[in-house]
């Protein structure tokens, strides 16, 4: 079982940032990497930024130049630095890992931390 607890949310205006943080269980992030996803009210969840067990990062169109994911092995976290945000970028942020069995892959989510963006 994986365990994954974000957090950083909160209230911000356009063109603020926000760091957001998710501890992993145990050492998950390190051997599996980790994702960001959000869902905004009425749209469905999707990929923000992943990072895999290497270090390589993956972005989505909308937010490229404008976020990065990093991890640090070490305290079992991935973190999410999202600068000038925009209005379209308020929704639930989840932090994500996908754990690979041998009867196949199964992806683990937090709980969820709310991004507010608002003048």
């Known amino acids: 079982q994986v365990q994954l607890v974000e957090s950083g949310g909160g209230l911000v205006q356009p063109g603020g940032s926000l760091r957001l943080s998710c501890v992993g269980s145990h050492n998950t992030i390190e051997i599996y990497g980790a994702g960001w996803y959000r869902q905004a009210p009425g749209k469905q969840r999707e990929m923000v930024a992943r990072i895999d067990n290497l270090g390589s990062t993956q972005y989505a169109d909308s937010v490229q130049g404008r976020f990065t994911i990093s991890k640090d092995n070490a305290k079992r976290t991935t973190y999410l630095q999202m600068n000038n945000l925009e209005l379209e970028d308020a929704a639930v942020y989840y932090c994500?890992?996908?754990?690979?069995?041998?009867?196949?892959?199964?992806?683990?989510w937090g709980t969820g931390t709310v991004v507010n963006i608002s003048s």
């Open positions: 994500n890992v996908r754990k690979t069995y041998y009867s196949g892959p199964v992806d683990y």
